[in-house]
């Protein structure tokens, strides 16, 4: 079996953002996507995964669970205080190790289920490890596990479950919940590890730990617990008190992972500036508003920003933009991306009233 390729921004298809598949996806077809049926009725988290080409539903029950080889698509629906109808923003979630053809048919899903719900969903594209602010507020624990749909998600007992290693790592709210490779070199005195052996679990605080790493370790480790009625007992290990023959590095083997996880400060915002898509002249371009600063007097009705926030990639639709502005403005964005030192930084595309109520977005001019 090959293995998958790592996601590469450079080669991900996010033309299908563009003129000739939004053209393509008609009302109709949209329709025609069962899945999609009854989404959005009301205010709540949807999830669905990729797989095989098709839209598979994601249990409820395993919500803040992704495999870091496929790609998800993720519906919040929600009211605002002074309005009684609904709004959405919707998300595909691109996992590190997901294939072309996975995060490509998530892109084209995206605009499908816009489309089924009237182009009046905020859509976002995440990145794993690169996720945005409201994208976590959806779940109180991201956790991040290894391989993908061909793996297969099977509720099995704790008798017959497969030992895992998992690395509670990070500050604050931003903390993640790795599965790793089990080996022993993957064990730092930096994090938290959940050593799960079914039955068994084992939380190894490493002596350079911080409260926060242990706190969300001391939550995960409770909620298997839950899921495995009560039946899986707890051991809770210090690193300068556990021995190097301890049970729990039997099961591991020997060596470090090529791409062993640190706790790494998040990269620094790159400059921030405006810049517009149009088509006034009669042909699609691209130029530089202002770098450095943002100025909201910069935008215009008529066509479509992009506005970078510096860690936030916003593409801006003005209520009178031509279609081919608002079909490109998505593939723009990918492009300005792939020269950037964050590349993989969140992308929002929202239209100008959309933008207006939008609080966080408003504040980059401030």
Known sequence: MQKAKQYDWKDSNMALFGSDTEKEVKKESAEQEKAWHGSGQKVGVEIWRINKFKIEKWPTEDYGKFYSGDSYIILNTYKDADEDELNYDLHFWIGKYSTQDEYGTAAYKT?????????????????????????????????????????????????????RLFQVVGERKKIDVLEIPMKKGNVNSDDVFIFDLGLQIYQLNGSNANKDEKFRATQYVQKIKSERGGKAKLEVLEEGDTASDHEIFKSLKDGVSRNSVKRRAPPPPTQKGMYKLSDASGKLQFSTISTGSLNKSGLDTKDVFLVDGGSHLYVWVGNSASRAERQNGMVFATKFLQDKKNPLCPVTVMNEKKANKNQVFQALFA
């Open 111 to 163: 605009v499908e289920l816009d489309t089924f719900h009237n182009d009046k969903p905020v859509q976002h594209r995440e990145v794993q490890g690169h996720e945005s602010s409201l994208f976590k507020t959806y779940f109180e624990t991201i956790t991040l596990m290894k391989g993908g749909a061909a793996t297969g998600f099977r509720h099995v007992k704790p008798t017959e479950y497969k030992p």
